[in-house]
């Protein structure tokens, strides 16, 4: 899923940048996002809620007296080196070569979605989760966000489901998805452990709707919309990324899956798992060796899926008669895996409710979506080129880049007492994903830090506040934390980034304050609203 922002992008790339900073009770989260608009350089204030600042000409030199590089590890995309452009060349040109691929890959696609990729991704999963799998439980998706969409749309009513659970901190573009399906004000914070997610907190907060209503107007049967037959609305959804999680890192531990699947059992509750990190895993590089790209395979055994959990479990109470939807679902994603631009992803569930995720309207009337990109993801998973390309060069340059990133925030922050997670799974020297989760010392703010840090130094930090739960930040706040992205950067600026932000902690050590420093009226005002 994206988690993407960025400003003073060279010229050759043309972006518009839209920095929102949306208030949130007293403080506001900075929540920038691209687009490929034409240029654009205002600010317009809204009192109400949030002011939106769109700058793509920061780089001009009229404008910009900066002459420092702008660094982003905030952006969560991979690197664009890592972009296997020959592989879908190839994948591409193999399908379109023969028309008993290519003209059912160009039409409307069947409501599951592309029949070989389910089966290839059947056998694939099967055997990396080392599990009996089945095309029947698999349904293709256009990747992670769309997939939780439409989740929301066949699985929830706004009258009967109560509350979204999301633990935190979160992903922080989530919240809108649950937001827009009707939710907003009913998203609630769990905190995470040392083990993945606080379990007796999610107990507590569930227990405490017992005898409730989704909207308070005394539904007890879904009001606006009728799952039958497909499908059935759950009581309560619950969000996680139980491995290598986004922003922290962690990984969930065996034993908290297992009680968070019957925990969900005993509500009715869905649990959708992004698990967009899994396949994405590395045994932890000392510094020393954080240049060797070597090969990496897949660390098995990989911990099991939620649903792999669940679905063994049989049905519940809770199931229609004759049916069996399950409590626990994998929403995965080639988007990290390949790239983004395909929006291609997957359900994995029960057989039930797979044909329920293919039910959902918008699939009825235009088929599966990525039709075409699934059928060229399955050219390039079913040759082996994709299981190759991870091992020799994904997981390779991530585990090269989570080692010089490590070491650069033990050299450049060690000093201030700055915590570092290490490893995602306890007891394991095994990391993944794309960032890295930081813990301030007493006395640093992460939301002042990012703020400094873009002035003074060019340089865009995610802040702790932005992966806050929307509606219900008091709950679990974030104000000393910081997230920073190893995988977008090239190394030298990676490290460089890293550098750069020592620097501004040793000035706010000092008690040093310092005007902006890019020149244009328009960022001085930009900063102004953040404020």
Known sequence: MNSSPGINLDKSTQLDIHLEVVSQNSHPVINPRISTSPSTSTINNNQNTKTQISS?????????????KQINLLRGWPS????PSDLLSSGTQRLLSDPSIYIPALQYGPDPGYQPLREELAAWLGKTYQVASSAEEICITGGASQSIANLLVSFTDPSYTKAVWCIAPCYFLACPIFEDAGFKGRLRAVPEDGEGVDLEFLRRGLQGFEGKNGDGDGCETPKYKDPSPDRKIYRHIIYAVPTCANPSGKSMSLRRRQALVNLARKYDALIICDDVYDFLQWPVLSSSDASKHS????PYPLLPRLSDIDIPLGRTRFDPPGQHF????????????VAPGLRTGWVHGTADFAHGVAATGASRSGGAPSQLSAAIVHQILASGELDHYLEHKVRPDLQSRHAIA???V???????GIEVLESSERGKETFG????????????????????ALREENLFIAPGCSFEVAGDEE??????????????EDEAHLVEGIERLGAVMRRMAAGEKRSLVIGSQQVEGAAAAIK
């Open 410 to 416: 033990k050299r450049e922050l060690g000093w201030v």
């Open 326 to 337: 399950g409590h626990a679902i994998s929403n995965g994603s080639f988007s990290k895996l």
């Open 406 to 408: 490590t070491a650069a």
């Open 295 to 298: 090969p990496v395979s897949t």
């Open 433 to 452: 994903g794309y960032f890295l989760w930081l813990t301030l010392p007493e006395g640093f703010d992460g939301k002042e830090l990012a703020e400094r």
């Open 56 to 68: 793509s000409k920061m780089n001009d030199e009229k404008t910009n007296t900066n002459p420092k």
């Open 475 to 488: 709950a679990v706040r974030f104000p000393r934390n910081m997230r920073l992205t190893y995988s977008w």
């Open 80 to 83: 664009p080196h890592l972009l």
